[in-house]
Nanobody, 125 residues
Framework: QVQVVESGGGLVQAGGSLKLVCTVSGITFRNFPMGWFRQTPGKEREGVSCINSGGSTTYYADSVKGRFTISRDNAENTLYLNMGSLKPDDTAMYYC??????????????????WGQGTQVTVAS
């Protein structure tokens, strides 16, 4: 069974930083492009960032570019999202997802095949 588990969310003040972690099992992680998404109640889930299977290519939504960094450690089956200069608008449930096909920028929810349950990030002003 494929398992995708996010962690690292929490409450931070505006301007602060958080590091999200996604651990994946049940698939050959190193073969899968990965993405981070976020969703606020009442809004559609939006793509935040994605990374190819080897970790050499990344894409970011305009809203987070320059503030967030996606990375992966294929030896540990782990995906990361370093978030800095956080804003209240970054408050959301953050989801990790795996996709079979790399069609950059792979930031649409329909493209992804496996999803985690999410980790909550709350940014206070």
């Amino acid at each position: 069974q494929v398992q995708v588990v996010e962690s690292g969310g929490g409450l931070v003040q505006a301007g602060g930083s958080l590091k999200l972690v996604c651990t994946v099992s049940g698939i050959t992680f190193r073969n899968f492009p990965m993405g981070w998404f976020r969703q606020t109640p009442g809004k559609e889930r939006e793509g935040v960032s994605c990374i190819n299977s080897g970790g050499s290519t990344t894409y970011y939504a305009d809203s987070v570019k320059g503030r967030f960094t996606i990375s992966r450690d294929n030896a540990e089956n782990t995906l990361y999202l370093n978030m800095g200069s956080l804003k209240p608008d970054d408050t959301a449930m953050y989801y990790c997802a795996a996709v079979y096909k790399w069609t950059p920028p792979t930031l649409f929810t329909y493209e992804y095949d496996y999803w985690g349950q999410g980790t909550q990030v709350t940014v206070a002003s």
